[in-house]
């Protein structure tokens, strides 16, 4: 049977190599669509889970994962040996930046070397982490041709970009619209049918890999630069003694050439913060400084500073100084109603806060405790019967669990960096 019929029939295998905020809920909406899915991870945490019915993933369903592993559609493993028994597989593994802002593709090598050394012909491969143009056809192709496979006749290879906003109760893995780029044109029908057949969402073919993980690149660098002039404007505004909140209020009243943003303490998450460098880095190959991405991400960069610094001027004006004072960090997870902590700015703060030998402690419901990857220590939640005791809460997070008149009411400062606080009005509250 070939592998087109089997994806059609639903009789393919399904091997996803990387359990994370990508792999598992996209394991989760194959599995559900009724074919047996092979998850591999080298993280026992993942696999142990997995196979136990545990979810660890804010995005998927904790009943939905138990009954497709008790119904036997979804298992986890560390062996890529498994691997020979799938017909179609996605790559989802980290690909994270050096202390030098330079992109790790060490996952992806490693995950494709172990299936190259596993798959048979007649295997549709996906790689699905965000990375730089040119990735697929300089990593995974060759681990395969290496293997004696023809790509576009015996084995097939495509990346498609993942698309995973945790926390978005409308766009979820399965109904939001998928790019893919193939090797060849079977390689993009193979895909296209694969993914028509597993998702709820529109499938856009483009014509090679490259032009797949380029728009990937832009999809989150358009956000990081807009997001950067977003904060740009508040730094002015604050000069200027305006309110950057109700200026973009009032620009969204326009119906045409608008898009709000909105600006922050810092960006997290795993793609804003990180997949324009990816662009960065690759531009310098071709002898091109990206002038106008870098600058976006040092303005970015530069929001916990500037927290801290409005902070302690706040401070003063009450006779305190940032040393002497007890600070509450209210929200920890990098944006608002998940747990998700990857890049989260509150690990700057803390750096700085503890730089001003700063009294501090954290609130997050979402977040009972964490590891800051910045100076390797590990933290937990207090609670909120306290608030009036500390001399300022910095909201870091808008969580919709947090009453804000209650916090307003009960602190003697509140510095809100989210525009949580949208309606409220007191002496004691200040918004960036």
Request: hydrophobic share 40%.
């Amino acid at each position: 049977m070939s592998l087109l019929e089997k994806i059609k029939n639903k009789t393919a295998i399904v091997g996803i190599v990387g359990l994370g905020y990508v792999g598992l809920p996209m394991a989760v909406a194959v599995a559900r669509k009724g074919y047996d899915v092979i998850g591999i991870d080298v993280s026992e945490y993942a696999v142990t889970h997995v196979n136990a019915g545990e979810n660890y993933i804010g995005d998927v369903d904790d009943e939905e994962l138990k009954q497709l592993v008790n119904a036997g559609k979804l298992k986890a493993t560390f062996d890529y040996a498994e691997a020979k028994a799938a017909d179609v597989i996605m790559i989802a593994v980290p690909t994270p930046l050096d202390k030098y802002q330079q992109p790790d593709s060490s996952y992806v090598r490693a995950s494709v070397k172990s299936l190259a050394e596993n798959v048979s012909a007649d295997t549709l491969v996906i790689l699905e982490s965000t990375t730089y143009p040119g990735t697929t056809t300089e990593i995974v192709v060759p681990a395969f041709e290496e293997k004696g496979f023809e790509i576009g006749k015996n084995f097939f290879v495509a990346f498609s970009p993942e698309r995973v906003d945790p926390g978005n109760k409308d766009y979820k893995t399965r109904n939001t619209p998928k790019v893919v780029g193939g090797v060849t044109d079977k390689c993009n029908e193979i895909s296209k049918i694969f993914y028509e057949h597993i998702l709820e969402a529109s499938i856009h073919t483009v014509s090679s890999p490259a032009i797949a993980e380029m728009e990937k690149i832009y999809e989150n660098t358009f956000r990081n630069i807009n997001i950067a002039l977003a904060n740009e404007m508040t730094i002015l505004c604050e000069k200027m003694n305006i309110d950057v909140w109700e200026v973009i209020e009032a620009a969204k009243t326009k119906p045409y050439g608008f898009m709000a943003f909105y600006p922050g303490p810092g960006i997290g998450g795993h793609c804003i913060p990180l997949d324009p460098f990816y662009l960065t880095w690759k531009a310098r190959e071709y002898g091109y400084h990206t002038r106008l991405i870098e600058l976006a991400g040092e303005i970015n960069n530069h929001m916990p500073e500037f927290v801290i610094a409005k902070l302690s001027r706040l401070l003063n004006k009450k006779g305190l100084a940032l040393s002497k004072s007890k600070i509450l960090l209210l929200g920890a997870a990098y944006k608002k109603n998940i747990e998700d902590m990857r890049e989260s700015p509150i690990q700057d703060l803390i750096l700085l806060l503890e730089k001003n030998n700063a009294e501090f402690d954290y609130n997050d419901p979402h977040v009972p405790e964490f590891h800051n990857e910045l100076n390797g220590k590990k933290y937990r939640s207090v609670g909120l019967e306290n608030i009036e005791d500390y001399d300022a809460v910095i909201i870091v997070t808008d969580h919709s669990d947090y009453d804000y008149e209650d916090i307003v009411k009960r602190s003697g400062l509140v510095f809100d960096t989210r525009f949580a606080c949208k309606g409220i009005e007191s002496d004691n509250l200040v918004r960036m």
